[in-house]
T-cell receptor, first 117, second 114 residues
Framework: EAQVTQNPRYLITVTGKKLTVTCSQN?????MSWYRQDPGLGLRQIYY???????DKGDVPEGYKVSRKEKRNFPLILESPSPNQTSLYFC????????????????FGPGTRLTVT | AQSVTQPDIHITVSEGASLELRCNYS??????LFWYVQSPGQGLQLLLK??????LVQGIKGFEAEFKRSQSSFNLRKPSVHWSDAAEYFC????????????FGTGTRLQVTL
């Protein structure tokens, strides 16, 4: 089954304790992205990756890191989490943009609810 | 930079009634447009998309949307709402030529009364 998986689904942590949220897709998609969802703000892009070893900042990258060492994985790293990073996080993937228009369809993971106290 | 406005934060409709969710975008050219649905506790699912051509787009679950260039709008419609349609709906826009900059609206929460 084609899917995007995220782990963990729920996480409660304390300020300053480094954490990683994993994201994996099995569709051989080149493009992957991380979003955070906050009430009243919709989804905002944190980072995206056009391919292995190619990453770039989205709209709200502060406090986050990403890496793309393998095509299927795109982990989100919070080196020193703070309470304002409490949010619902989504990973998404799609085919590369220079293919047919269907490549713009992003497939979303189930979300990771993070609470930083 | 592009932006998306969903003016209705919350909408309540009766089951069987028609539905229209509004979406307005701001972009220098014609963007790619999307509607996603998020059921409680779930991720986002694509309902439909517009790239070019016919301005009336059919999607899954009986939804359709109409692109109106003159109004910079991409409103979502359904002729008869079912209780299972209760969810949050997001309009999104991407600049033509790239998948890297998907901008979402703030969402409209749909409540369906029986």
């Amino acid at each position: 089954e084609a899917q995007v998986t995220q782990n963990p689904r729920y996480l409660i942590t304390v300020t300053g304790k480094k954490l990683t949220v994993t994201c994996s897709q099995n569709m051989n998609h080149e493009y992957m992205s991380w979003y955070r969802q906050d009430p009243g703000l919709g989804l905002r892009q944190i980072y995206y990756s056009m391919n292995v070893e190619v990453t770039d900042k989205g709209d709200v990258p502060e406090g986050y890191k990403v890496s793309r060492k393998e095509k299927r994985n795109f982990p989100l790293i919070l080196e020193s989490p703070s309470p304002n990073q409490t949010s619902l996080y989504f990973c998404a993937s799609s085919l590369r943009s220079n293919r047919a228009p269907r490549s713009y369809e992003q497939y979303f993971g189930p979300g990771t609810r993070l609470t930083v106290t | 930079a592009q932006s998306v406005t969903q003016p209705d934060i919350h909408i309540t409709v009766s089951e069987g009634a028609s539905l229209e969710l509004r979406c307005n975008y701001s972009y220098g050219a014609t963007p790619y447009l999307f509607w996603y649905v998020q059921s409680p506790g779930q991720g986002l699912q694509l309902l439909l998309k517009y790239f070019s051509g016919d301005t009336l787009v059919q999607g899954i679950k009986g939804f359709e949307a109409e692109f109106k260039r003159s109004q910079s709008s991409f409103n979502l419609r359904k002729p008869s709402v079912h209780w299972s349609d209760a969810a949050e709906y997001f309009c999104a826009v991407a600049p033509t030529g790239t998948a890297s900059k998907l901008t979402f609206g703030t969402g409209t929460r749909l409540q369906v009364t029986l």
